[in-house]
């Protein structure tokens, strides 16, 4: 058992650097593999640490949650497709989401005349988490087409949301201000888990992406403010970790969608807007159908070629043969480069994973800023929607 608070502390340290180290690794290609396995050794190093603490009880209970979240854990990412790789990222968040609203709950029930700074943080976790929950399931029930992935509206829902999100605040704030009844977090949480589903229902397929980092930036607040309620200095940094990089990632690809962030934030995703993004309808330009013979004719004359891969080439599963055309042209002497979009696909670095499992160089994947300025020069763009 570990009793020494200096020790414990160089390890939650460790546990610390190692999340900072993977985050880094994970912005390449190159290097996402690596910055896996350091996550996951900094992950371990924190788990190992908790359960040394002096004075742990209820080891009954600690050994069957681990087996179980470890069984499903190994099953669910050994056995997902990689077309499914999103809705697993949702209920894993979810799951995430769900466990700090729970340990809020707890902490409610269990503690006898609560600090105001303590409350503050029980009720910011059972809020974030509870939205992130409840939005994580519906957004995985929609990838997984268990509900349509249409945005499902009603008349005044924008006043329903309003109404739900001013009940759950006006909850927390009387459990600030002193109100200790067990009732009040237990509505709060129902009110939350309400408004997370009301949240996303509203939000098509093709927007579940920026869904999913939203989210997960909610899952992480929530486990920060967990750190808070438990005194946990790991918690409260990688939970803001997670939230500070799920947030700039909305941000990313909001852009990247022509989108603002009022608009990702007020839960607008559904509609269909004008923006700068939009091409003029009288700009000359014409469409003409095309066939198979006609593209490969295209492709055998031209010298530079761009390959823009999205959700379609993961359903077909057609990245390994994607990357054999690609050898076929490379033999001629052509120019291959992979032009990939921040939002193409389900969730981001969808393309970038199955491409490297098609054996893909990462030197020949290019971000959307990077290959924007190389269009006007390549002979044949070949988008495999």
Not at 133 to 156: D, N
Not at 344 to 373: C, F, K, S, W
């Amino acid at each position: 058992m570990i009793s020494d608070p200096d020790v414990i502390a160089i390890l939650y340290l460790v546990t610390i650097a190692c999340f900072v180290v993977s985050l880094k690794f994970l912005a390449s290609p190159r290097h996402a593999r690596k910055g896996n396995w350091i996550g996951g050794v900094g992950m371990l190093i924190a788990i190992a640490t908790t359960l040394l603490l002096e004075g742990l009880e209820n080891w009954l209970l600690i050994t069957a949650g681990l087996a179980i979240g470890s069984v499903v854990g190994v099953i669910g990412a050994r056995n997902v497709r990689m077309t499914a790789m999103p809705q697993m990222v949702a209920i894993f968040n979810g799951v995430g989401g769900g466990a700090a609203a729970l340990i809020a709950l707890s902490e409610w029930h269990n503690t006898v005349d609560p600090l105001r700074e303590e409350t503050v943080s029980i009720v910011l976790s059972a809020l974030i988490g509870s939205i992130s929950f409840a939005g994580s399931v519906v957004a995985f029930a929609k990838l997984q087409e268990l509900i349509s992935g249409r945005p499902i509206v009603f008349a005044g829902q924008n006043i329903v949301n309003i109404a739900v999100v001013g009940g759950a605040a006006a909850l927390g704030i009387a459990a600030v201000a002193g109100l200790e009844e067990q009732w009040v977090v237990y509505g709060l949480i129902g009110l939350a888990l309400l408004f997370g589903v009301m949240f996303v229902l509203p939000i098509g397929g093709a927007d579940m992406p920026v869904v999913i980092s939203l989210l997960n930036a909610f899952t992480g607040l929530a486990a920060s403010a967990t750190g808070f309620v438990l005194d946990s200095t790991v918690l409260i940094v990688s939970g803001m970790l997670v939230g500070a990089a799920g947030t700039l990632l909305t941000l990313l690809m909001a852009k990247a969608m022509n989108r603002s962030v009022t608009n990702v934030l007020f839960g607008a995703f559904g509609q269909v807007q004008t923006g700068t993004g939009t091409v003029r309808a009288d700009d000359g330009r014409t469409v003409r159908a095309t066939s198979a013979d006609d593209v490969a004719v295209q492709l055998s004359f031209a010298r530079k070629v761009i390959v823009a891969p999205g959700y379609g080439m993961a359903v077909a599963q057609a990245q390994h043969d994607v990357r054999q055309l690609a050898d076929v042209l490379e033999e001629r002497g052509v120019d291959v480069k992979y032009a990939i979009h921040p939002v193409a696909g389900r969730m981001p670095g969808h393309m970038n994973v199955l491409l490297a499992e098609a054996n893909v160089p990462y030197t020949q994947l290019h971000e959307m800023d990077e290959i924007n300025p190389d269009f006007p020069q390549t002979d044949v763009v070949l988008v495999i929607g």
